[in-house]
């Protein structure tokens, strides 16, 4: 079946230490965005890319950093220097259809607890 | 700039209740596609509806129909005859998109959670 694979759905993380959450699309869309949700802050674009090996930051990059070295694959490492990492993290892919528009899709999310 | 509101942070109703959710946005571009989301207690977002700017007319699908109109930048969602199974945070966002081809990113407002009780 088509869609985004989001993993893990759950991940604990040691104060200090650097993780990656996976994101995989088999969409062949070529735009892919992660956000991050926080209870009652709506969701936050971190990161997107629109192209393999471009990528920009969004609202919140700082403590992030992304990859986009494949079309189906944007990862995203959560640094030590994100100082509240403990989130909800969506990643996303979107696909542009002239005369239709714009249709995004969402993976399930990770949950990302700091121990 | 982009911005989406959703001034309505909680709403309860009593399962049969109509309830309209609220969304107002703020764009510069002519064109632009809005969309509503559904986030059940599980956490992924799952998609409801998506609109072109060009395109005002108004659409039911089954219990929920969207109001969307450009002179007050709005883009309500009512369900009809709510459910327990309806209870969740839904978001509105907005996308502003190149004609062209270039993407634009989905902006979201803060979500408004929707509790149906029996």
């Known amino acids: 079946d088509g869609g985004i694979t989001q993993s893990p759905k759950y991940l604990f993380r040691k104060e200090g230490q650097n993780v990656t959450l996976s994101c995989e699309q088999n969409l062949n869309h070529d735009a892919m965005y992660w956000y991050r949700q926080d209870p009652g802050q709506g969701l936050r674009l971190i990161y997107y890319?629109?192209?393999?090996?471009?990528?920009q930051k969004g609202d919140i990059a700082e403590g992030y950093s992304v990859s986009r070295e494949k079309k189906e694959s944007f990862p995203l490492t959560v640094t030590s220097a994100q100082k509240n990492p403990t989130a909800f993290y969506l990643c996303?892919?979107?696909?542009?259809?002239?005369?239709?528009?714009?249709?995004?899709?969402f993976g399930q999310g990770t949950r990302l607890t700091v121990v | 700039a982009q911005k989406v509101t959703q001034a309505q942070t909680e709403i309860s109703v009593v399962e049969k209740e109509d309830v309209t959710l609220d969304c107002v946005y703020e764009t510069r571009d002519t064109t632009y596609y809005l969309f509503w989301y559904k986030q059940p207690p599980s956490g992924e977002l799952v998609f409801l509806i998506r609109r072109n700017s060009f395109d005002e007319q108004n659409e039911i699908s089954g219990r929920y129909s969207w109001n969307f109109q450009k002179s007050t930048s709005s883009f309500n969602f009512t369900i009809t005859a709510s459910q327990v199974v309806d209870s969740a945070v839904y978001f509105c966002a907005l996308s502003e998109s190149n004609y062209g081809g270039s993407q634009g990113n989905l902006i979201f407002g803060k979500g408004t959670k929707l509790s149906v009780k029996p």
């Open positions: 890319s629109q192209i393999v090996n471009d990528f």
């Open positions: 996303a892919s979107s696909i542009f259809i002239r005369d239709r528009g714009l249709s995004a899709f």
